[in-house]
């Protein structure tokens, strides 16, 4: 099932649902889309067509904010929980770790980039890095797609931050030979130790993007978003009600 939240289709989906529907997609050698929505990407994403297009596209989008989930709950919709980006992510690094799938990892800067490699190779010893590309690479996007072709991914990893991650999948997805694409903002960040995250008590309180905004002065004005994207989705949701 899917609800409309400020315009954007959000599923009403949980990890388990997800991690069941990644090995049809992988048998059947289609491509499974997974997008987060976020407060931040629902108020924006009107600026980018191609964003909106994706995301109506893609095959599980996901309530990737706890402001998603109490605007579906004030309006009465079925989202329970949040399905938060990194969790799902490790999910699948997980499941690619017991199948020895091929995962592919583009984004973030160099040397973080090869700090998360290296751990994830130490978590995850049956896990195949099959290749990753860094974030400020001066390489084409044709020459990038060609290299993930190369090695033909099962996952795909992509660490761009917003809009970037979105509008690269938009702009290249249909053109790379792999089977579950993920967009992952600052995952790559995390696994590779250079960014901590949140304690375990923000996490379990919702209040994790609080500490990361506090955390980082770039990410201040996401505090001010989230009271703006609650009040602009009950609007919008008074004005159209169920359409």
Not at 15 to 39: E, G, H, R
Not at 44 to 51: N, T, V
Not at 167 to 191: H, Y
């Amino acid at each position: 099932m899917t609800e409309m939240i400020l315009g954007l289709p959000v599923d009403q989906i949980t990890y388990a649902a997800i991690l069941d529907d990644v090995p049809k997609f992988l048998a059947s050698k289609q491509k499974m889309s997974i997008i987060s929505v976020n407060p931040q990407i629902a108020l924006e994403a009107k600026k980018y067509p191609a964003i909106i297009q994706l995301i109506e596209n893609s095959t599980h989008r996901i309530p990737d904010g706890i402001g998603i989930v109490l605007v579906s709950k004030i309006t009465g919709g079925k989202i329970k929980e949040r399905v938060a980006g990194f969790d799902l992510m490790v999910e699948l690094l997980e499941y690619a770790n017991k199948t020895q799938k091929k995962c592919f990892f583009y984004g973030a800067k160099p040397e973080v980039l090869n700090d998360a490699i290296k751990n994830i190779q130490n978590d995850y010893p049956n896990l195949i890095v099959a290749g990753s590309i860094d974030g400020y690479t001066k390489m084409t996007n044709h020459e990038i797609v060609a290299q993930m072709n190369a090695v033909q991914p099962d996952f795909v990893f992509v660490a761009l931050g917003f809009p970037r991650q979105e509008l690269w999948l938009a702009e290249n997805m249909t053109n790379v030979n792999g089977s579950i694409f993920q967009d992952v903002g600052g995952s790559f960040d995390v696994l590779s130790g250079h960014v901590k995250r949140a304690p375990a008590f923000f996490i379990k309180t919702h209040l994790e993007w609080l500490y990361r905004s506090l955390s980082n002065p770039t990410r201040i004005g996401r505090i001010v978003q989230l009271p703006i994207f609650v009040v602009k989705s009950l609007w919008w949701k008074m004005r159209n009600g169920n359409d």
